[in-house]
Every structure is written in structure tokens, then in C-alpha cells.
């Protein structure tokens, strides 16, 4: 099953919202691990994923879509690096299924800090959650296996390289 690993206080927010309260059932096999996530200023959720540090850009509000939100955001980042349906929709499930941890994933805290104040600055600056998360999956970050995540995650789903 995968796992979100996230903060105490944003493992509350989600725990009143209903978030924690997934499903039960083991979730489907998925190429793509475990994440660790943090709040990035009033109500933006930033989402890396351990393996590729893919990352997602959400809205946290309402909490109630949270699942449905982190599962289209992935489904943008995968159709972008042209995999197939048929990794597509298990990766989603398995997000969608993800069962939220309190703690902290010290190997990402920098690139979830350099994700926090770069989405905040840009999404303040006028664009869209999806263009920062594009932006930011084409950043280098030191704790990647590849160029940039979008590399990673073609690589690991033995897909093509995602367009620039």
C-alpha cells in the first residue's frame, strides 16, 4: 500500500476533513512508491513522490476531494510523459487508496521546501497549479535519479521522455 507521509499538522487537517478514512482494501500494484507531502501556505498541498520526486500541485480545500485532486494531478504528470493507460489508472488507484502518515521524510525536506516557496511565489504571481507542477517537475533536484522528475518517471515506467 502506498503511503503520504505529512506533517502533524496537516495529518489533523485531513484527519477532520475525512481524508483518513481510506479504503481498507490493499492497494493495487504501483511502479511509483511512497510520498511525503506538506502544506504550502494557505490551502495548496505539494506532494513528492520518494522514487522520482515527482511532484503534485493540489488545492487541500474542501478535503473532502483531496483523494480525487492528488489523482488527476498524477494523471496529468503521467499522460504528460506519455504512459499508457494501462500504468496510468493503477498509479491513480494506489494515490487514491494512499494511507496518510504522520511523520516527516528527511530526504525530501529540501526539495518539499524548495517546492513550497517555489509554488507559493509562482501561484501568487498569477499561474496555475498545473504550470508549477510541470515547472517543477523539470526542475534538477539533487535527491532525483535522472535530469529531472519527469526523466525519472519515464524512466521507471520505461516510457518515453516527457516533453520539455
Known amino acids: 500500500m502506498v503511503t503520504i507521509t505529512c ?8 484527519s477532520e476533513g475525512g481524508v ?8 493495487p500494484t504501483v511502479r511509483l512508491g511512497n510520498w511525503a507531502a ?12 520518494v522514487k522520482t520526486c515527482l511532484t503534485l500541485v493540489t488545492r487541500i480545500r474542501p478535503v473532502a476531494g483531496l483523494r480525487d485532486r492528488l489523482a488527476a494531478a498524477l494523471r496529468r504528470s503521467l499522460v504528460n510523459c506519455r504512459a499508457s493507460p494501462e500504468v496510468i489508472e493503477p498509479e491513480c488507484r ?11 521524510n528527511p530526504a525530501l525536506a529540501e526539495a518539499l ?3 513550497k516557496i517555489e509554488s507559493q511565489a509562482h501561484l501568487e504571481g498569477g499561474q496555475y497549479e498545473e ?4 515547472m517543477l517537475n523539470e526542475y534538477p533536484h539533487g535527491e532525483c535519479p535522472a535530469s529531472c522528475a519527469t526523466e525519472a518517471v519515464a524512466m521507471l515506467l ?7
Open 7 to 14: 506533517s502533524s499538522k496537516l495529518h489533523a487537517a485531513l
Open 131 to 134: 504550470s508549477v507542477q510541470d
Open 113 to 115: 521546501g524548495f517546492a
Open 20 to 27: 483518513l478514512e481510506g479504503e481498507a482494501a490493499p492497494g
Open 94 to 104: 494506489g494515490l487514491r487508496q494512499a494511507l496518510f502518515v504522520r511523520g516527516r
Open 158 to 164: 520505461q516510457s518515453p521522455v516527457c516533453p520539455s
Open 38 to 49: 506538506i502544506p504550502a501556505g494557505g490551502d495548496l498541498l505539494v506532494a513528492i513522490e
